[in-house]
């Protein structure tokens, strides 16, 4: 299987809508949910900051990785983004299936 979940947090939901419809538009991933509310707690610049963030639930594959984390790179406002893919092991064939053909190569712009 090379269905993979990237994670990646955004400080609102207007740049996190934005950014969750370019990259299914462009065929980098095929479902995006976003989770409004997240609070987090994290250290930047050697202090401790606490701010509300969304975060994106993104579900792709091993071969759209890299195109995808080049345009998170490019529509994201944070200097150091979040983006962390963890490889989904097993689920649900047909699921997995989708996701491959909503994000194959070919039918990218």
């Known amino acids: ?3 993979l979940v ?3 947090t955004f400080p609102d939901e207007a740049s996190a809508a934005s950014a969750a419809r370019r990259l299914v538009e462009e065929y980098l991933a095929a479902c995006v949910s976003r989770v409004p509310g997240l609070a987090s707690t994290y250290r930047w610049d050697e202090a401790v900051h606490e701010d ?3 975060l994106l639930v993104i579900k792709t594959t091993h071969d759209r990785f890299e195109a995808l984390r ?6 994201h406002p944070y200097e150091l983004p979040e983006i962390i893919a963890v ?23």
């Open 87 to 109: 490889e989904v092991r097993a689920g649900h064939v047909p699921y997995l299936d989708w996701i491959a053909s909503s994000t194959r190569v070919d039918r990218s712009p």
């Open 1 to 3: 299987m090379s269905a």
């Open 70 to 75: 080049e345009r998170l790179l490019e529509v």
């Open 6 to 8: 990237v994670f990646c």
């Open 52 to 54: 509300a963030e969304v």
